[in-house]
């Protein structure tokens, strides 16, 4: 089993930044890929941006260059720096561990961004 908690949600104005993280505990010996996930009111959820266990990076197209996706194997922590965001990118955004058949996530964390 692995546990994902994320933290660092909340209410911010337009072009401001967040800093999310992911901490993992539990089995975290498998390699698993992580990533980040965002559902937006009344829409699916969508893949925002995805690490994997040898550090490749890769993510929504449109989100380049404003979202960046870290992690810090020592700390067991993964991270999503949001910079210049906009009303749009309010969401609640996910955790996520995967290394088949095994697929994990987070309870979530509120982004919320005011106009």
């Known amino acids: 089993q692995v546990q994902l908690v994320e933290s660092g949600g909340g209410l911010v104005q337009a072009g401001g930044s967040l800093r999310l993280s992911c901490a993992v505990s539990g089995r975290t010996s498998r390699s698993y890929g992580m990533a980040w996930f965002r559902r937006a009111p009344g829409k699916e959820r969508e893949m925002v941006a995805y690490i994997t266990s040898g550090g490749s990076i890769n993510g929504k197209n449109t989100l380049k260059g404003r979202f960046t996706i870290s992690k810090d194997t020592a700390k067991n922590r993964i991270y999503l720096q949001m910079n210049s965001l906009i009303p749009e990118d309010t969401a609640v955004y996910y955790c996520?561990?995967?290394?088949?058949?095994?697929?994990?996530w987070g309870q979530g964390t509120q982004v919320t961004v005011s106009s």
């Open positions: 996520n561990a995967k290394a088949s058949p095994y697929d994990y």
